[in-house]
């Protein structure tokens, strides 16, 4: 089974930036889209990118664009997302996905739509 890392969540100022990392390990990352989604207290989980199998092509939300920006290396099995001018509005639980369907394209949105998820990781945002 494929299991995801994540890393890189803690406490930052306003207009700070962190760098999430999550890692899988076997020899299919390249295989599966990765998604990004995050989860505030009191709200339900929301969509902040995705990424194709190969890194050639990328969506985000509206509040992610210009931001926030996914990556992935895989040579390391590794997916990033960078997050810069981080508000509180961003605080959330932070979780990476893994998905093996071919139709990503049309649901890279839909968190249902995902195979794998990794354990989270707390991203706060003070003031």
């Known amino acids: 089974q494929v299991q995801l890392v994540e890393s890189g969540g803690g406490l930052v100022q306003a207009g700070g930036s962190l760098r999430l990392s999550c890692t899988a390990p076997?020899?299919?990352?390249?295989?599966?889209?990765m998604g990004w989604f995050r989860q505030a207290p009191g709200k339900e989980r929301e969509f902040v990118a995705s990424?194709?199998?190969?890194?050639?092509?990328?969506y985000y939300s509206g509040s992610a664009k210009g931001r926030f920006t996914i990556s992935r290396d895989n040579a390391k099995n590794t997916v990033y997302l960078q997050m810069n001018s981080l508000t509180p509005e961003d605080t959330a639980v932070y979780y990476c996905?893994?998905?093996?369907?071919?139709?990503?394209?049309?649901?890279?949105?839909?968190?249902?739509?995902?195979?794998?998820w990794g354990q989270g990781t707390q991203v706060t945002v003070s003031s």
């Open positions: 990424i194709s199998g190969s890194g050639g092509r990328t």
């Open positions: 996905a893994a998905d093996a369907d071919r139709y990503w394209r049309d649901t890279y949105y839909t968190s249902n739509s995902y195979d794998y």
């Open positions: 076997g020899r299919t990352f390249s295989s599966y889209a």
